[in-house]
């Protein structure tokens, strides 16, 4: 990590890091928002409990300085895993149907939130969601499914999703659609690692593959 960015790239959050942060933040400019937003994600993406609290509060910060902004939908990402680490599964949906919303303001990067949203329903059983989550899915665009982790989820999800709801012809097809993408590589040829399937929930896979089956 280059040391003139690791003031905002930071995985542990003593007081001395946030006072860091802070007095660096303090000096900066027209990317202040930016760097609230990274340092957040981040702590979020270590999954630490401990650091989760922290992820979330910048992440709002960000939402509260730049309501509508270019990475409003990254900051409430961000929040949702947060809020998952911390096992508040209410206020990680809520931070995923915000997402979903903010996203069909088409501001900012394209993040794919119904994916996130989709899989955090489909693979917690929230059949509740599932109309929403099906709405929210219309949006996919081809370039969404580049990557086989991307494909996995979105296959994954509307099998688990489709047996749920008792339709096992569906639910079966998504799921072999699943397994596929679950041995692709990565599309580039110099990054054959990037954004293949990994780190599913053990239970979940084997239910995907009981449903192919």
Known sequence: MNTRDDWYRKETWSAAD???????????????????????????????PSLADAAILLANRYLAEEPNGFFEVEAHLITAEAKTTLQDFPGALQAYRCAVKAETRKRGRRCCAYLA?????????????????LKSMESMEQADLVFPMSQYKYFGALALI???????????????????????????????????????????????????A
């Open 18 to 48: 946030a006072a860091e942060f802070e007095r660096r933040l303090s000096r900066s400019r027209g990317q202040r928002t930016q760097y609230l937003k990274l340092q957040a994600w981040h702590l979020a993406q270590t999954k630490k």
């Open 117 to 133: 949203y989709a899989w955090f329903a489909a693979s917690n059983g929230l059949s509740e969601e599932f109309d929403d989550v």
């Open 162 to 212: 489709s047996a749920e709801m008792q339709d096992c012809e569906n639910a079966r097809h998504m799921a072999r659609n699943a397994l596929e993408a679950a041995i692709k590589s990565a599309p580039f040829r110099r990054h054959r690692a990037v954004g293949i399937v990994s780190g599913i929930d053990s239970v979940i896979q084997k239910r995907i593959s009981q449903l192919a």
